[in-house]
């Protein structure tokens, strides 16, 4: 008796924990998605009028039309670099077995742990003495120092569990070694490929303090709402904040679904089974 | 050199260091076409070494390998035309069984419809039933995933065929049962299998010949039953499983005598300047109780010990000859009746002894 009583206690416990974790993370964004749809200039609690004129400035204007255009340029841009680098870099960090491999895993995770800010500036002036003239190419640059670390720690977590006789036995039965590579290293670490290129993208889509000193004269969002908010404040800041936090949740579902849809099958037989 | 010139694969002076260590040293050896050879050795023997020389993993930094007279030594594991069935099996966890059978078919550009022809002859080879064409490599049991690896080798059809322990992560029985299947195989195709494992006994069942490695080197060469009649030495001997080895020393030209008592024991033949080795005598050929009294070597001793081993009793008996027990096995309806604290006398035939000088 007093079993079950102290297991429906401990039930009630985690509905509690859950609800309490999930309105912390979610009311701030919640916030912000309902100023988007106030009609007051500055946000007010309750909100008394609605609207979603908003929406129409927001998806009308030019200039945040630049914006995104820039913000997707420098994200996709880190991304497809971050991926070739960081594939390569994983597998130096975790397939292969060389001297200097415990130097190398230290040196390329260090710039995680430096504050960006510090390296933004870092770079700014670099760029300056070398007389490079910033814009959103050398904020590519700047995020990709930040990124690539990450990407490689994502991606070696699959490469560690990878077990390089398969490739000799690709090898043996006469691939080459870009038959290896295609029919079975790539395949088989696809998962980590794809869930360090997700992160690639929406690091760089989110980042501030690196592009804040690196894209010269042009702008990602994350830095104009940041201008915006600290001069001249529009509704349009928690309109196209809202805008795209709903773009990456977005992205990441449809990645998400493609990934279900295109390896149902190939997971069914990836799944081991107990006998 | 060539004693036999029927050699397929031939190895001259095969070397491999590692830095200042030698993994494999100075092996000799031919291996006929369509024979089934293993390799057997404990592990840091260079077995494994060895079998990644042979497949193209690892380079040898000395001596040369011929298949068919022709040198392998510089020639990569994918422009070999040998294969291997690896340790873990390697399956590709992504492929289906049909995919995995027919990689290198699809490798070597063979069209889709008969690559699946050939995929499914090799099942149905195998023992597998077709529909497993589609299922996934992870779906199948310890025992079908070895016979999916052996389809895929033989399905690059390779003028040798290697092997890695496949079988030593399978549980007793299974593996039982896969040793008879692959002899069996063997004997279907007629290709040349050469297997390496550290049981003996493994090695017994399946091979022509086998070769026993230790410390890099090969201790020797022989039929199963060359190796299991004529150990070469006390290492070979003992490989084989739980022996009687007793140290002795020359005493005349038909007698030893144990050097831990000086009791004397006759001989079958002493080799040539043989000063002091070993006697061996495995426990099967061992006597116990009244059908022991009548025999030309014998020894009293006290039943320490007794275990059933399902056909046969096994006994441990100690005595003054040596420092370890003696065993002794008989067969559960022979007419011995012993019982622990025992006096026994235990005897063998000369002739069921092994002398060798290390």
């Known amino acids: 008796m007093s079993a079950s009583q102290s297991s429906r206690t401990t039930r009630s416990l985690i509905v509690i924990w859950t609800v309490t974790v999930i309105a912390f993370l979610y009311i701030p964004m919640v916030a912000v998605a309902l100023a988007s749809f106030s009609k007051q200039r500055y946000f007010r609690f309750p909100i008394s009028r609605w609207t979603t004129e908003w ?92 990124i690539v670390p990450i990407v490689i720690l994502i991606m070696s977590i699959q490469v560690y569990s990878f077990d390089p006789a398969l490739e000799e036995a690709a090898f043996d039965l006469g691939a080459t070694r870009w038959q290896v590579l295609r029919e079975v290293t790539l395949p088989i670490l696809s998962p980590g490929i794809i869930s360090g290129g997700t992160f690639a993208f929406l690091l760089s889509w989110g980042n501030f303090p690196l592009s804040l000193f690196t894209t010269g004269a042009d702008q990602t969002v994350p830095e104009w709402l940041y201008a915006k908010m600290v001069s001249g404040y529009t509704p349009m800041v928690p309109t196209l904040g809202t805008l795209t936090m709903s773009g990456a949740a977005i992205l990441i579902l449809v990645i998400y679904l493609v990934w279900m849809a295109l390896g149902a099958r190939r997971r069914a037989r990836m799944a081991t089974n107990d006998e | 050199m060539s004693e036999d010139g029927s050699a397929f694969l031939e190895l001259d002076g095969i070397t491999k260091k590692f830095g200042s260590f030698t993994a494999v040293r100075d092996i000799s050896l031919k291996i006929r076409e369509g024979e089934f050879f293993t390799l057997v050795g404990p592990s840091g023997s260079g077995k494994t070494t060895m079998i990644r020389m042979l497949v193209g993993m690892e380079r040898p930094t000395g001596g040369e390998m011929r298949l068919q ?105 299974l593996r039982k049962t896969l040793e008879k299947e692959l002899k069996d195989i063997h004997k279907e195709t007629g290709k040349t299998f050469v297997y390496i494992t550290h049981s003996l006994e493994e090695a017994m069942v399946m091979s022509d010949r086998i070769a026993i490695m230790r410390d890099g080197g090969i201790v020797q060469v022989g039929s199963p039953q060359e190796i299991y009649n004529r150990p ?78 399902g056909s046969r009793i096994q006994y441990q008996v100690r005595s003054d000859a040596r420092d370890e027990h003696w065993l002794v096995e008989r067969l559960q309806d022979d007419p011995y009746e012993g019982h622990v604290d025992d006096k026994v006398t235990i005897g063998w035939q000369p002739a069921d002894s092994i002398l060798v000088s290390e």
């Open chain 1, 55 to 146: 929406y129409t400035k927001t998806f009308e204007s030019l200039s945040v039309r630049d914006l995104l255009w820039t913000s997707l340029s420098v994200a996709a841009l880190v991304t497809v670099f971050s991926v070739l680098l960081a594939f390569f870099g994983a597998l130096a960090f975790a397939r292969y077995d060389w001297k200097g491999r415990k130097l190398y895993q230290r040196l390329v995770l260090l710039p995680i742990f430096f504050p960006q800010a510090v390296l933004g500036l870092a770079l700014l002036l670099w760029f300056s003495v070398l007389d490079v003239t910033t814009s959103w190419q050398t904020a590519v640059f700047a995020h990709m120092i930040w």
């Open chain 2, 69 to 173: 007279g022709k040198v392998l030594n510089d020639v990569p594991a994918n422009k070999r035309p040998t294969c291997m069935v690896f340790q873990s099996l390697a399956l590709f966890p992504h492929k289906s069984v049909g995919e995995n059978i027919e990689f290198s078919l699809k490798i070597a550009g063979v069209d889709p419809i008969r690559r699946r022809r050939r995929a499914e002859e090799l099942l149905a080879q195998l023992r597998l039933p077709v529909e497993y064409y589609d299922k996934g490599v992870n779906q199948c049991s310890g025992g079908e995933r070895q016979r999916i690896a052996l389809a895929r080798a033989l399905a690059f059809d390779p003028q040798i065929l290697f092997f890695d322990e496949p079988l030593s992560a399978l549980d007793f029985r």
């Open chain 2, 232 to 309: 070469v030495n006390k290492f070979v001997a003992q490989f084989m499983g739980e022996v009687n080895t007793i140290a002795v020393e020359k005493a005349s030209a038909r007698t030893v005598r144990a050097t831990a008592d000086g009791s004397t024991f006759q001989v079958p033949g002493m080799p040539a300047g043989f000063e002091t080795g070993f006697l061996i005598i495995r426990p099967e050929v061992m006597k116990i109780g009244k059908a022991a009294e009548k025999l030309k070597n014998k020894v009293k001793g006290v039943v320490f010990n007794d275990y059933a081993l």
